[in-house]
């Protein structure tokens, strides 16, 4: 397997809904792109006994962890711990990507 | 605990050796951002039973995982599973800031 993966030559978009692209996957963790056309949403959910990590490289995110919703831009790391509601939603004007860490992989 | 955090405005340097600043940490999971002056560097090393995600944030990074020594710019992301060596130097010109993510918090 490879060690390396360039975050923005694998960030894909899809016209109907957000795309998760994977960059790395171990028994421990995943690591992934998340990208959002405007308007597109992760739902609000939770996860049981993994805690998650979103970093935003590019654009505009909402990001909600619980009550607390905030809209940030790229440099804004966000946890997400297990069985807390958490979702995001791309406000615009531009792409969203998000770089997504969660441990374990559920 | 708050759920968010600047990457940027934590991003702290020290002039005798790299700064690890910790944005996050859980039973899971620490998300910190290593910075880096000229020169600087996290020496080869490995952890048992951990894995280890790098992505670069600013400036330019020489990362070693294993064998495969690479010079990446802001976008590169670098997994460095358990019982791998790995290592970062930054070669310059410019400040380096990395994110860091490990599972399980060792």
């Known amino acids: 397997m490879t060690h390396f993966a360039d975050a923005h030559a694998q960030a894909q ?5 957000m795309k998760k692209n994977n960059l790395f996957t171990t028994e421990r963790l995943f690591c992934d792109v ?10 609000p959910h939770t996860h049981s006994g993994s805690d998650k ?4 490289i590019d654009g505009r995110a909402r990001i909600r962890v619980g009550d607390d919703e905030r ?19 791309n406000p615009g004007p531009g792409r ?9 992989k559920p």
Chains 1, 2 share one sequence.
């Open 13 to 17: 978009f899809a016209a109907d809904k």
């Open 34 to 43: 998340y990208c959002f056309e405007v308007g597109q949403t992760q739902t």
């Open 53 to 56: 990590v979103y970093y935003v």
């Open 71 to 89: 809209d940030v831009g790229p440099g804004t790391a966000a946890l997400a711990p297990a069985d807390v509601t958490h979702a995001v939603t």
């Open 96 to 104: 969203l990507k998000v770089l997504v860490l969660m441990a374990p």
